[in-house]
């Protein structure tokens, strides 16, 4: 079963989001591909690598099976749950709750494409006529 954020006072660290963010991605993965993908991004060790997700999966962040000689992890939390809970914090201690505060700084701090300009636009849009 899926923990959801709200059944424990779960708040992953960065490392953990990286390797959350990966096997969301795949759905489940060994320590090994969790590797290979984090170094990828940058430099890290195999065994750093396993102690993080042997303490996720204490943690009930990550699930463990058995597979053959190594271990199979699966996520325990949602994305959008964990993704709406740290967006909430960072809304409320970070913006003081300002919606639009936050937007005009992600905006102001990163170039947004053509493409991303169109959607943000139609959901605007979307959400002021679901207001009418």
């Known amino acids: 079963m899926r923990k959801t954020m709200k059944d424990k006072n779960i708040k992953p660290t960065d ?5 959350l963010q990966i096997l969301w991605k795949s759905g489940y ?8 993908e984090l170094n990828k991004l940058r430099s890290v060790g195999y ?8 303490i996720m999966f204490e943690k009930e962040l990550l699930g463990r099976e058995r597979s053959g000689r190594s271990h199979t992890y699966v996520p325990l939390i949602k994305e959008n749950e964990t993704k709406n809970m740290l967006l909430d914090k960072v809304l409320q201690t970070v913006f003081a709750g300002s919606a639009s ?8 701090q990163n170039k947004a494409s ?5 959607e943000i636009k139609k959901f605007l849009n979307d959400l002021e006529n679901e207001e009418i």
């Open 114 to 118: 053509k493409k991303e300009i169109s």
């Open 47 to 54: 065994t750093t690598t396993l102690k993080t997700m042997q």
């Open 15 to 19: 490392s953990e989001l990286e390797i």
């Open 29 to 36: 993965s060994t320590v090994k591909n969790v590797n290979d």
């Open 101 to 108: 505060k936050l937007v005009m700084q992600a905006l102001g």
